[in-house]
């Protein structure tokens, strides 16, 4: 698709349960980068993949977070165990292989964790 | 210390005037490159303009100019004749090619009077 497309656009979780957010990068691109932002403000880095492989992991908060991009499947980011500081809009952005390539972003999914 | 650093939490301008936004960096890669996106209230990042570190002339789209020092490693965003759809977050970004990372500012809010 032309289009990051990520699922769902909500989700809501009560403290300690489960959730699950998925993206789909552009087709053709070789990077896949997660983010957490938090009431608008700073990005947060959590996760990039290189195709199937996580390239940089530095900062996934392991202990409950996690994420996979397998081939022919939306990539996914896991958290277990929701905390309430976990209530932000985490976005999905993919890249072309290519130093000079900007990031395409999907539209976010906001989740509010009560 | 900070990759991105954006001093102007918030700026206000009038309609039809032109406004820059501020955006230093801290890299000692070679090769990298500088971005501005936009925010809406609306959420979705909108990606404006781009600038690499080997450019010798100054970005431009449209209403949009990069102003690039790369000996003050400054890179500002100019918006010429503001309009009210101009109001928004603005995040100036930075992507170091060797480590393929992407750096965010933490965004200035521009809101334009009519």
């Known amino acids: 698709g032309e289009e990051v497309a990520q699922t769902p656009k909500h989700l809501v979780r009560g403290e300690g349960q489960k959730a699950k957010l998925y993206c789909a990068p552009i087709?053709?691109?070789?990077?896949v980068f997660w983010y957490q932002q938090v009431l608008k403000n700073e990005f947060k880095f959590l996760i990039s993949?290189?195709?199937?492989?996580?390239?940089?992991e530095t900062g996934m908060p392991k202990e409950r977070f996690s994420a996979k991009c397998l081939p022919n499947s939306p990539c996914s980011l896991e958290i277990q165990a929701t905390k309430l500081e976990d209530s932000a809009v985490y976005f999905c952005?993919?890249?072309?292989?290519?130093?000079?390539?900007?990031?395409?972003f999907g539209s976010g999914t906001q989740l509010s964790v009560l | 210390a900070q990759k991105i650093t954006q001093t102007q939490p918030g700026m206000f301008v009038q309609e039809k005037e032109a406004v820059t936004l501020d955006c230093t960096y801290d890299?000692?890669?070679?090769?990298?490159?500088l971005f501005w996106y936009k925010q809406p209230s609306s959420g979705e990042m909108i990606f404006l303009i781009y600038?690499?570190?080997?450019?010798?002339q100054n970005a431009t789209e449209g209403r949009y100019s990069l102003n690039f020092q790369k000996a003050r490693k400054s890179a500002n965003l100019v918006i010429s004749a503001s309009q009210l759809g101009d109001s928004a977050m603005y995040f100036c970004?930075?992507?170091?090619?060797?480590?393929?990372?992407?750096?965010f500012g933490s965004g200035t809010k521009l809101n334009v009077k009519p």
């Open positions: 952005a993919s890249s072309q292989q290519g130093g000079d390539e900007k990031l395409f």
């Open positions: 087709k053709g691109h070789s990077y």
């Open positions: 993949f290189q195709n199937e492989n996580v390239f940089d």
């Open positions: 890299t000692s890669d070679q090769s990298y490159g």
């Open positions: 600038q690499g570190s080997y450019d010798e």
């Open positions: 970004a930075m992507r170091e090619y060797n480590f393929n990372k992407f750096y």
